[in-house]
């Protein structure tokens, strides 16, 4: 009944973590927010479906069919799990960074000519003029988190919203199937 009200919830967690990627403790929380918020979604449904109860077999046969075949719903269980109850979450964080810099090279040439009696013409020398306004470039960085325990080529930002497109999916099942309540 309120899972998209936790689906909304993790979407915005989920908006934070990408506008603090360069700040990893702030990241970490959002991600933490973001687990909690997300793993709501499935535990409300695991009640409308009858949780524990018993009381409507068909649709928790639903409900764990789905859930057991889905690898993301149980990755990020097991992720909220651990952290909640065990040690927060800290993915590995890949930092990249970008130095540009610009060299400049110099050089002049001697030129010897010869006129058509083969005398030798004053000697002329080149010399280049070196490049200006050249305005050093400034280093950037780039951040990404990677979760090490997820097989998949994912970064987290990645992996979060595919998560959140899985349970969308799965609440628009459960809603067309007669197993979820709309809100």
């Not at 702030?26 to 535990?43: I, K």
């Not at 001697?110 to 050249?134: F, H, N, R, S, W």
Request: charged share 25%.
């Amino acid at each position: 009944m309120f899972e998209q009200t936790k689906i909304d919830e993790a979407r915005y967690f989920l908006s934070k973590m990408e506008v603090s990627l360069n700040d990893r403790k702030s990241f970490c929380y959002e991600l933490s927010a973001f687990l909690s918020a997300s793993r709501s979604v499935l535990q409300y449904v695991f009640e409308e479906v009858g949780g524990n109860t018993g009381s409507k077999p068909r649709d928790k046969l639903w409900y764990d069919t789905q859930v057991a075949n889905n690898p993301i719903f149980k990755f990020f269980k097991d992720k909220r799990d651990v952290s909640v109850h065990e040690t927060p979450v800290s993915p590995t964080a890949i930092i990249n960074i970008s130095v540009t810099h610009t060299l400049h090279i110099s050089d002049s040439v001697a030129v010897e000519v010869q006129d058509k009696d083969l005398k030798i013409v004053p000697e002329a020398t080149i010399t280049p003029t070196p490049p200006t306004g050249m305005e050093p470039q400034p280093v950037s960085a780039s951040y990404e988190y990677n979760f090490p325990d997820w097989a998949g080529p994912e970064d987290v930002l990645i992996l979060c919203k595919k998560y959140l497109d899985e349970l969308d999916i799965f609440i628009k099942d459960g809603i067309g199937q007669g197993f979820l309540s709309k809100a």
